[in-house]
C-alpha cells in the first residue's frame, strides 16, 4: 500500500463516545468515518495472506476472486486491493470542505490555514520517507507511497479548496488530459528496448504494442522521471527501475483523486436533502466508472494503478464514490450506524493505524507466535495458520484504538 491518513476528519475529537453515535452535528458525517475505517481495515488485512491461502485452493472459484482482490493486479486492471490508495486519498478531499469551514468559525485567516497546509505537507512527505526506511540502513528516498503522494499534491488541493466548483471541475479535467498527453508525447520503447535491464520480461504478457506502449511497465515517462529524480539523492545504489513500476510522478493524477474527494465533500457539505445527495453520489459513481472504461476501450488509456493513468483516476474514483454511496445510504441515510461502529474507531485514528501498520505488525506477530503461536497453529492448520495469526494481529490493534477512542486520544497530521 499503500496506502492512507486522516488529515482532517469532518468528525470532532469527541463526537462520538459511545457504540451508538448519537445525530450529529451540521459538520459531521459518521459515513466518511466509517469509509475510513474500512480502508484501513483492507489495508490491515494484508496481513491474513489470503492470495497465499488461495493456492492451497486452486480450483475453488471462491478463493481465485478472494485471491484477486487482496492483491494488487499485475498491471492492467482493478482489484479492491487497488482501490485502498485512491479512496484513501479521496477522503482526504472529502474531508477538506469541512476542515476549512470548521477553521474559518474559529476565526483563522486564510495565511494561517495555507501555512498550517504546508506544514502538514511537509509532515506527510517526511513521515512517508520515515516510513519507508523502516530496515534500511540509510533514508530511503521514495516517493511513490501514499503519504508522500498526498504530501506533494497537498497544498495544491487546499488551495484549489478556496476556489468554485466550476474551477475544481476545470482543474481536475486539466490534469486527466495534460497526464494523458504527457505520457502519449513520451517516445515508447523501441522493438529493441531492453525490457530486462528494468525488470521486465520481454515477452510479459502484460507489455503492450502500438500507442498504449506508452504506457508499458518501467519504460514510460514516469519511469524515466525517476531515473532521473531519484538518483539526485543519496543511496545505496544507484536507482534503475522501480521492481513493481510504482512511480512518484503519480502524485499528479492523485491530485485528480483528492479533487474528487473535494467536489464529494463540497455536495455532501451541500443544503441538498439526504435523497439528492445519495442520488448524486450514484450517479457521478457510474459516471467516473463509465468514462474509465470508455478510455480503455476505445485504446486510448489503459487503466493502470502503478503509474496511476488518467483511466485510473476515473475508474478507480467511480468505485470509491459508490462505495461512499453505499455507507452514506446505510448510516446517513437509513440512519443504520450501530454496525459500524468498530470501522468507526477505526477510521478516527488513520493516521495511528497507518505508523502501527509499519512499526508494530512484527513486534504484535512476534508475541503472539511467542505466546499462543501453537494453539493457534494447531487450531487453525497449516493452510489457516496466517489467516488467524494475521486476524489476532488486527484485534490486537483494535483494541488499542478503542483504547485510544474511548479517551478521545486522536493522533492528527
Excluded at 495472506?49 to 493486479?73: K, N
Amino acid at each position: 500500500m499503500t496506502e492512507a491518513v486522516q488529515l482532517e476528519s469532518p468528525v470532532k475529537e469527541a463526537a462520538i463516545t459511545a457504540p451508538e453515535p448519537k445525530p450529529e452535528t451540521s459538520t459531521r458525517l459518521v459515513s466518511l468515518d466509517g469509509f475510513r475505517g474500512l480502508v484501513m481495515t483492507l489495508m490491515l488485512a494484508e496481513r491474513m495472506r489470503l492470495p497465499d491461502v488461495a493456492r492451497a485452493f486452486p480450483h475453488s472459484a471462491l478463493w481465485a476472486v478472494i485471491a484477486f482482490h487482496t492483491e494488487h493486479v499485475e498491471w492492467q486492471g482493478c482489484s479492491l486491493h487497488d482501490l485502498i490508495q485512491p479512496a484513501f486519498s479521496f477522503l482526504v478531499g472529502a474531508a477538506l470542505p469541512f476542515s476549512i469551514a470548521s477553521r474559518k468559525s474559529k476565526g483563522q485567516t486564510f495565511t494561517q490555514m495555507l501555512g498550517h497546509a504546508a506544514w502538514r505537507a511537509l509532515l506527510l512527505i517526511a513521515l512517508g520517507i520515515f516510513l519507508r526506511s523502516v530496515g534500511s540502513r540509510q533514508t530511503y528516498f521514495t516517493f511513490e507511497d501514499t503519504l508522500t503522494q498526498i504530501g506533494l499534491g497537498y497544498v495544491f488541493l487546499f488551495l484549489l479548496g478556496f476556489a468554485r466548483v466550476r474551477t475544481q471541475v476545470v482543474a481536475l479535467v486539466l490534469i486527466l488530459i495534460c497526464f494523458w498527453a504527457a505520457f502519449a508525447l513520451y517516445p515508447p520503447p523501441s522493438p529493441n528496448f531492453d525490457y530486462a535491464r528494468v525488470g521486465v520480461s520481454q515477452n510479459w504478457n502484460h507489455n503492450y504494442t502500438g500507442f498504449l506502449s506508452h504506457w508499458n511497465k518501467n519504460s514510460n515517462l514516469s519511469w524515466a522521471f525517476d531515473v532521473w529524480f531519484l538518483n539526485l539523492f543519496p543511496r545505496e545504489q544507484p536507482f534503475v527501475f522501480n521492481e513493481g513500476g510504482w512511480s512518484t510522478l503519480s502524485f499528479i493524477p492523485t491530485l485528480g483523486t483528492m479533487i474528487l474527494g473535494a467536489l464529494a465533500g463540497e455536495w455532501l457539505k451541500g443544503k441538498g436533502s439526504k435523497e439528492q445527495k445519495l442520488r448524486g453520489l450514484v450517479i457521478a459513481g457510474a459516471t467516473l466508472l463509465l468514462l474509465g472504461l470508455v478510455c480503455q476501450w476505445v485504446g486510448i488509456c489503459p487503466i493502470v494503478k502503478r503509474v496511476w493513468t488518467s483511466s485510473y483516476t476515473l475508474y478507480s474514483g467511480g468505485w470509491v464514490v459508490l462505495i461512499l454511496a453505499g455507507f452514506y445510504a446505510l448510516i446517513e441515510w437509513k440512519g443504520w450506524r450501530r454496525w459500524a461502529f468498530p470501522l468507526v474507531v477505526v477510521g478516527m485514528n488513520s493516521i495511528a493505524v497507518y505508523v502501527m501498520s509499519w512499526t508494530m505488525t512484527g513486534f504484535f506477530g512476534d508475541a503472539l507466535d511467542r505466546h499462543i503461536g501453537k494453539p493457534m497453529s494447531a487450531m487453525a492448520g497449516p493452510v489457516f495458520q496466517p489467516v488467524v495469526h494475521g486476524f489476532a494481529v488486527m484485534l490486537s490493534f483494535w483494541f488499542i484504538l478503542l483504547w485510544m477512542y474511548r479517551r478521545k486520544i486522536f493522533l492528527k497530521i
